[in-house]
């Protein structure tokens, strides 16, 4: 089948999937913005009382961080993100095209929903909230590299978007934690943006990055987290496809059964 012709009948059959991993990219926007200007912000009363009681950066971002890692489980877990898999990342959704769970139409649309949504979302917040997400505190929550550099950052988050998609995979094919598996990421996504924010500003997300780059027109390295998240997430993938033979999916599906697990989508017409 010509792939234009395979794009538009997955986009007639796979909408839903589409919109749903837009809305759930928009949806981590929005929270991880607002969490960040009510923490960060000099004006927030609850950042004054915060640091009135001598709390640090890295005590604020304890509530950031349990509160970002619960929007991922709800989102999870939400019927629409079991819909279409809830991946809102396109490092996930390609690891699962190369585990032969998702067709390439469906690829291509995931990614431009996943990197429609986040831009929406940035634009929108910058649109109502920009004087005050544009705070230097704030900006709008660019992932930079820390203090160490970009070598250190591309290393970081290399190294975490490793491990989450090590997590995910063991957890998905494990009869026991499978149902588990968003509680396990979005324990990570909390520790993660907790431990390893200084050092690369805790991305795992290229639609992610990129959303908040062009709302802050500020495109310094980011290179790196276009690069880096998918390429570890593959190498963990390839990893563990070696440890763990994974059966493709069935040609005319795109993925396993929500039901079975929250993270593979199942756009079957």
């Given at each position: 089948m010509p792939l234009l012709t395979e794009l538009i009948l997955a986009l007639r059959r796979h909408w839903p999937y589409y919109l749903a991993e837009a809305v759930g990219l928009g949806v981590f926007m929005l929270s991880s913005s607002l969490l960040t200007l009510a923490l960060e912000h000099p004006a927030s009363g609850l950042h004054q009382a915060l640091v009135a009681q001598g709390a640090g950066e890295m005590l604020r971002r304890v509530p950031l961080g349990v509160g970002m890692g619960l929007v991922i489980v709800g989102l999870a877990y939400h019927p629409w993100g079991k819909r279409s898999g809830a991946h809102i990342n396109p490092a996930v959704t390609l690891a699962f095209w190369q585990l032969g769970k998702m067709r390439r139409a469906d690829v291509f649309w995931y990614i431009l929903a996943q990197a429609g949504g986040g831009l929406a979302a940035a634009l929108l917040l910058k649109a109502g909230l920009g004087t005050y997400l544009g705070h230097p505190r704030i900006n709008f929550t660019v992932t930079q590299p820390g203090p160490d550099g970009a070598a250190l950052a591309f290393a970081a988050e290399f190294g975490i978007s490793f491990v989450l998609m090590l997590v995910l995979l063991l957890t998905l094919h494990s009869a026991r934690l499978k149902k588990a598996s968003g509680w396990f990421i979005g324990a990570l996504i909390t520790?993660?943006?907790?431990?390893?924010?200084?050092?690369?500003?805790?991305?795992?997300?290229?639609?992610?990055?990129?959303?908040?780059?062009?709302?802050?027109?500020?495109?310094?390295?980011?290179?790196?987290?276009?690069?880096?998240?998918?390429?570890?997430?593959?190498?963990?993938?390839?990893?563990?496809?070696?440890?763990?033979?994974?059966?493709?999916?069935?040609?005319?599906?795109?993925?396993?059964?929500a039901g079975e697990s929250p993270h593979y989508p199942n756009p079957a017409p």
């Amino acid at each position: 089948m010509p792939l234009l012709t395979e794009l538009i009948l997955a986009l007639r059959r796979h909408w839903p999937y589409y919109l749903a991993e837009a809305v759930g990219l928009g949806v981590f926007m929005l929270s991880s913005s607002l969490l960040t200007l009510a923490l960060e912000h000099p004006a927030s009363g609850l950042h004054q009382a915060l640091v009135a009681q001598g709390a640090g950066e890295m005590l604020r971002r304890v509530p950031l961080g349990v509160g970002m890692g619960l929007v991922i489980v709800g989102l999870a877990y939400h019927p629409w993100g079991k819909r279409s898999g809830a991946h809102i990342n396109p490092a996930v959704t390609l690891a699962f095209w190369q585990l032969g769970k998702m067709r390439r139409a469906d690829v291509f649309w995931y990614i431009l929903a996943q990197a429609g949504g986040g831009l929406a979302a940035a634009l929108l917040l910058k649109a109502g909230l920009g004087t005050y997400l544009g705070h230097p505190r704030i900006n709008f929550t660019v992932t930079q590299p820390g203090p160490d550099g970009a070598a250190l950052a591309f290393a970081a988050e290399f190294g975490i978007s490793f491990v989450l998609m090590l997590v995910l995979l063991l957890t998905l094919h494990s009869a026991r934690l499978k149902k588990a598996s968003g509680w396990f990421i979005g324990a990570l996504i909390t520790g993660y943006i907790i431990w390893e924010t200084p050092y690369s500003g805790m991305s795992l997300n290229p639609a992610r990055s990129l959303a908040s780059a062009v709302a802050a027109r500020n495109f310094a390295d980011l290179w790196l987290y276009l690069v880096a998240p998918p390429t570890a997430m593959g190498l963990a993938t390839a990893l563990f496809q070696r440890l763990h033979p994974v059966r493709a999916a069935d040609p005319g599906r795109a993925g396993e059964s929500a039901g079975e697990s929250p993270h593979y989508p199942n756009p079957a017409p």
